[in-house]
């Protein structure tokens, strides 16, 4: 007489997404630019370039010493970090995994989805809208480092003032480069709401349950 196997199945565990290196750049980055815009606007409200300011609760420092002194400290956090990231993603080969190739037909082909709401997921896989998201933003922080060490050392780094036109040129850009960056983070967040499943990962490293059972399930239709 056979008895049958009643063995408890063994768990499954969940595949690596988001490497710790990658999740901890991305909080610090986010910490680090979260108080840089809003002790820039706190700058910039002291003296605007445009016909406008910024909200006095979307501010940080109190006022112009405070602001200067939080945006130095958060500068330098975005910097080292900045780097540490950029190390990674070119000698560790995450750019080259994640963000390449970056076609123009996969990117008219997911930007028409992505407008029409039907854009898909897959977690660990950035689509070409992503790529090209995280491409710009990466340009868009060496722009606004470069922009902003300009105005903040306009006569030990005259050569870089000159390279962008001259020192009222200079905080347009690193004002333009800011807001781009800004923009960026909105839609991040959008996108966010749109997939929440997405969230978690970039906490944990780990693929979410659904993932794990569409991934599970591919293997069980190769296999």
């Not at 006095?56 to 602001?67: D, I, Q, S, Y």
């Not at 028409?112 to 897959?122: E, G, I, M, V």
């Not at 709401?193 to 693929?207: A, F, K, N, W």
Request: charged content about 15%; aromatic content about 10%.
């Amino acid at each position: 007489m056979t008895t049958a196997n009643t063995s408890p199945p063994q768990k499954q565990s969940r595949r690596i997404i988001h490497p710790l290196l990658v999740r901890a750049t991305h909080w610090l980055n986010a910490f680090a630019i979260v108080c840089m815009v809003m002790s820039g606007w706190e700058i910039y409200n002291a003296s605007p370039l445009f016909a406008f300011t910024f909200p006095k609760w979307a501010t940080l420092g109190g006022w112009l010493g405070g602001a200067i002194a939080w945006h130095l400290a958060a500068m330098w956090l975005l910097l080292v970090n900045g780097l540490i990231y950029l190390a990674y993603g070119f000698l560790g080969g995450h750019f080259r995994r994640h963000f390449l190739p970056l076609r123009v037909a996969d990117l008219l082909r997911d930007l028409k989805d992505a407008l029409r709401f039907k854009l898909t997921h897959q977690a660990g896989i950035y689509n070409a809208v992503q790529r090209l998201m995280y491409m710009a933003v990466l340009l868009l922080g060496v722009l606004v480092v470069a922009s902003g060490l300009s105005i903040w050392k306009p006569v030990q780094l005259d050569s870089l003032v000159d390279l962008f036109g001259g020192y009222d040129v200079a905080r347009r850009v690193h004002f333009i480069a800011m807001a781009g960056i800004v923009g960026f983070v909105a839609i991040h967040l959008a996108l966010v709401l749109i997939v929440p499943s997405t969230l978690l990962p970039m906490v944990t490293g780990r693929e979410p349950k659904h993932g794990l059972k569409q991934h599970g399930s591919n293997q069980e239709q190769q296999a």
